[in-house]
């Protein structure tokens, strides 16, 4: 065989095996065994080279330096290619910027009820549930609201149509938190200290301020001893801990059936006053409706529109906003 042909073979059959290593240990062994100073095939050739005729040599010369670059050539280049694995998927630029991920965000309202819980929490107050599906007793009667009070008119109220004269009468979607406090007192003896926090449903009509369903934040404390005062300070607390100290907030006196004396609780609102909640002292037939003795005991409560607190925190105008689940809306929060 020819030196040339020596050459040639050698090249194609280096280059060949270069395209097969599949990692870069293979690299360093074929580079051993194709231009090895001391054993590689190259160095076997040189060596034959000096056998040949003193006229072939520049051409045989010429080509044996275009093996070498071209062995070397390959080697480097498919050592870059394996350092860079994944640009070898067609069409897949791994140095692209990716396709950003869709981060989710909580909802004002959810943020709202957590730190509303966080601060009463830190009040000393434990977190109680009930459900939204709520019998006329716990949502009405245990609460001292008489039969003909307009707050039971079927028309202010979503009555279910499926509703069975159960034990605790007809069902409705409660209109109000106040229910966990029967539950909860129904459970446990005096001392109580819980807030809970929910949805509550009511046919109103729909307006910048209002919506057929909202959540409040409802508050109880008995012990013996609880005063007015507490009450005030409590509220006054949970509105500077959430709205900052600049926050001026009113109390009104009004009524509920299940308070006395009863408050209504107003936060600043532009020029205005808003409406934010109700609040007052545990009327005696509640505690005795749930078997505490009104004799020795005493408490207060609070329902406060989670809703209204959130629009006043961050700065929304419009009530229905929190619920169209616009994302160009929820993202700003
Ligand atoms: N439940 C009342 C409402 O939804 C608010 C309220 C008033 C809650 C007085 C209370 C309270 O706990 O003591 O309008």
Not at 224 to 231: A, D, E, P
Not at 278 to 300: I, Q, T
């Amino acid at each position: 065989m020819s030196l040339l042909q020596v050459l040639d073979d050698y090249q194609n059959e280096a280059l060949q095996v270069i395209s097969q290593c599949g990692e870069l240990s293979e690299i360093e062994e074929a580079r051993i065994r194709f231009l090895g100073k001391k054993k590689g095939r190259l160095k076997e050739i040189q060596t034959q080279l000096s056998t040949a005729k003193p006229e072939e040599r520049p051409l045989l010369g010429k080509r044996f330096n275009e093996a070498k670059n071209a062995v070397e050539a390959s080697l480097n280049a498919r050592k870059d290619e394996l350092a860079k694995p994944a640009k070898q998927i067609a069409g897949l630029d791994v140095t692209l910027p990716g396709t950003a991920f869709p981060l989710g965000k909580r909802h004002p309202i959810s943020k709202t009820i957590s730190e509303f819980k966080e601060i009463a929490g830190r009040l000393g107050f434990d977190v109680a549930d009930g459900p939204e599906v709520e019998d006329d007793y716990h949502n009405f009667v245990a609460l001292n609201i008489p039969d003909d009070h307009p707050a039971r008119d079927p028309l202010d109220n979503f009555y279910l149509s499926v509703a069975q004269e159960g034990a605790g009468g007809p069902w409705l979607l409660r209109s109000q938190t106040s229910t966990v406090q029967i539950r909860v007192m129904e459970q446990v003896p005096p001392p109580v200290r819980i807030v809970s926090t929910g949805r509550v449903y009511r046919p109103d009509t729909i307006d910048a301020t209002h919506s057929c369903m909202f959540h409040q934040m409802e508050g109880l404390y008995i012990d013996k001893h609880v005063t007015m005062s507490n009450l005030k300070t409590t509220l006054k607390m949970i509105a500077t801990q959430y709205l900052g100290d600049d926050i001026a907030i009113r109390f009104r006196p009004s009524f509920f059936p299940f308070t006395e004396p009863s408050v209504e609780v107003d936060i600043q609102w532009g020029e205005n006053w808003m409406e934010v909640g109700g609040a007052g002292m545990v009327d005696p037939n509640v505690l005795k409706a749930v078997g505490y003795d009104p004799e020795e005991v005493s408490g207060f409560a609070f329902g406060l529109g989670i809703e209204r607190l959130c629009m006043k925190r961050y700065g929304v105008k419009d009530i229905r906003l929190l619920y169209e689940n616009d994302l160009r809306f929820l993202s700003q929060f």
